[in-house]
């Protein structure tokens, strides 16, 4: 992340004796990315954290598997017709994905288990609901709009406050502010669409006591369930630049201008092949003879999977598309507004619209999707004709 944090307490230098009341040592853990070479923080448990005294192979369920997109179409998987069960970890339903990144949804009323993604960072959108997100290094609540990045290898568990529904956005890499928005240290430029000011993060640790904890832990080899002597979440302070935060997608600034201005402008985050962009209301276009809307386009190199969260699709109207809807478009794919929705907009400023509603979280990838079992299971099969109809 682009600031230094502290919580809690952490002695004046690093790497040297920091006693505990009983005169026992604290026992570093240094969090780390790109081998000692890129951000980092210096956490400080009661116990040592390398204490394992079990590990567990979880077999596969097969939930995790994906199927090539055949025949190659445009589709419509809607998430609000997928149940509610299990758990913000155990119970993510598979959408679409690659070797990059993958994006689930999940319903959910139960706490999860500690879990630990070691394959990369996860971005969690809480699309409703409140949830308390705890970790090693301590808790954020979240709650509707949210979007909480989690770095790899953070032990953590989600604690719903009611049902919680959520859109999970789990990377084969790191997941960080776009490089284009951060000065050469790292501080946001002023050009930006958010700040530093923006990004919520734990204010204090948080202390739990247990002893032969589970963690889930997911590498690329599949599933692990390990046993911690002591609980994980024992630290008692931490500094530096690498942590959990969250950001909500309201507090995003839309850049406007005269005419459709494209995508990248609303981009938020980057991943490995992959970016994720917010579509938050905002002024609708003011040129004159603006066409207020998105025009028909051709990404020849980037599957859209577009996450529709909230808010009026003015330019989808038509198609089936609601709130809870993913759309998926593959390379190749020319799309765009359902017909007549260009001169239904044209219409609509004339009699004084001059704002959008719409609230979506996409997730543009450079290299093919392929489909969840989830998704395929509540496909819209008439998605793709319907600019034919």
Same mark, same amino acid.
Request: aromatic share 10%; hydrophobic share 35%.
């Given at each position: 992340?682009?600031?230094?944090?502290?919580?809690?307490?952490?002695?004046?230098?690093?790497?040297?004796?920091?006693?505990?009341?009983?005169?026992?040592?604290?026992? +570093?853990?240094?969090?780390?990315? +790109?081998?000692?070479?890129?951000?980092?923080?210096?956490?400080?448990?009661?116990?040592?954290?390398?204490?394992?005294?079990?590990?567990?192979?979880?077999?596969?369920?097969?939930?995790?598997?994906?199927?090539?997109?055949?025949?190659?179409?445009? =589709?419509?998987?809607?998430?609000?017709?997928?149940?509610?069960?299990?758990?913000?970890?155990?119970? =993510?339903?598979? $959408?679409?994905?690659?070797?990059?990144?993958?994006?689930?949804?999940?319903?959910?009323?139960?706490?999860?288990?500690?879990?630990?993604?070691?394959?990369?960072?996860?971005?969690?959108? $809480?699309?409703?609901?409140?949830?308390?997100?705890?970790?090693?290094?301590?808790?954020?609540?979240?709650?509707?709009?949210?979007?909480?990045?989690?770095?790899?290898?953070?032990?953590?568990?989600?604690?719903?406050?009611?049902?919680?529904?959520?859109?999970?956005?789990? @990377?084969?890499?790191? $997941?960080?502010?776009?490089?284009?928005?951060?000065?050469?240290?790292?501080?946001?430029?002023?050009?930006?669409?958010?700040?530093?000011?923006?990004?919520?993060?734990?204010?204090?640790?948080?202390?739990?006591?247990?002893?032969?904890?589970?963690?889930?832990?997911?590498?690329?080899?599949?599933?692990?369930?390990?046993?911690?002597?002591?609980?994980?979440?024992?630290?008692?302070?931490?500094?530096?630049?690498?942590?959990?935060?969250?950001?909500?997608?309201?507090?995003?600034?839309? $850049?406007?201008?005269?005419?459709?201005?494209?995508?990248?402008?609303?981009?938020?985050?980057?991943?490995?092949?992959?970016?994720?962009?917010?579509?938050?209301?905002?002024?609708?276009?003011?040129?004159?003879?603006?066409?207020?809307?998105?025009?028909?386009?051709?990404?020849?190199?980037?599957?859209?999977?577009?996450?529709?969260?909230?808010?009026?699709?003015?330019?989808?109207?038509?198609?089936?598309?609601?709130?809870?809807?993913?759309?998926?478009?593959?390379?190749?794919?020319?799309?765009?507004?359902?017909?007549?929705?260009?001169?239904?907009?044209?219409? @609509?400023?004339?009699?004084?619209?001059?704002?959008?509603?719409?609230?979506?979280?996409?997730?543009?990838?450079?290299?093919?999707?392929?489909?969840?079992?989830?998704?395929?299971?509540?496909?819209?099969?008439?998605?793709?004709?319907?600019?034919?109809?």
């Amino acid at each position: 992340m682009p600031y230094y944090r502290v919580v809690g307490e952490i002695p004046r230098k690093r790497h040297v004796q920091f006693r505990r009341p009983d005169g026992g040592l604290y026992a +570093e853990e240094l969090m780390g990315e +790109e081998g000692f070479s890129s951000d980092s923080s210096l956490l400080y448990h009661r116990h040592l954290p390398t204490a394992i005294v079990k590990a567990e192979a979880v077999e596969p369920d097969g939930s995790r598997r994906l199927s090539p997109n055949v025949p190659l179409s445009p =589709r419509h998987l809607r998430t609000q017709d997928l149940p509610t069960g299990g758990d913000l970890v155990s119970g =993510r339903g598979l $959408i679409a994905g690659n070797a990059d990144v993958r994006m689930s949804y999940a319903a959910s009323e139960e706490p999860s288990g500690l879990y630990r993604n070691s394959m990369g960072d996860e971005c969690v959108y $809480i699309a409703s609901g409140r949830v308390r997100f705890e970790s090693t290094y301590g808790v954020i609540e979240a709650g509707e709009g949210d979007y909480v990045v989690v770095p790899t290898g953070t032990i953590h568990r989600w604690v719903p406050l009611g049902r919680v529904t959520a859109f999970t956005i789990e @990377a084969a890499g790191h $997941i960080r502010p776009p490089k284009r928005y951060l000065s050469t240290y790292g501080q946001f430029l002023e050009h930006a669409p958010y700040s530093e000011r923006d990004l919520r993060t734990p204010q204090e640790p948080l202390i739990a006591e247990g002893e032969e904890v589970p963690v889930l832990v997911r590498t690329r080899g599949g599933l692990t369930r390990l046993i911690y002597r002591d609980h994980p979440f024992d630290v008692v302070g931490w500094d530096g630049c690498l942590y959990p935060y969250a950001f909500n997608i309201n507090d995003f600034e839309p $850049i406007v201008k005269r005419t459709h201005a494209p995508p990248p402008v609303h981009q938020t985050f980057e991943g490995p092949n992959f970016v994720i962009c917010s579509f938050c209301p905002r002024p609708l276009d003011f040129h004159p003879d603006a066409i207020p809307i998105p025009y028909n386009h051709h990404n020849v190199d980037s599957d859209e999977l577009m996450f529709y969260a909230g808010g009026d699709y003015t330019a989808r109207k038509g198609s089936g598309i609601d709130v809870g809807s993913v759309s998926l478009h593959p390379a190749g794919f020319t799309h765009g507004p359902q017909p007549g929705a260009v001169e239904a907009v044209i219409e @609509a400023v004339r009699q004084g619209h001059t704002r959008t509603s719409e609230l979506a979280v996409m997730v543009d990838t450079f290299r093919p999707l392929d489909l969840g079992p989830a998704g395929l299971s509540v496909e819209d099969p008439a998605y793709a004709w319907t600019w034919a109809r």
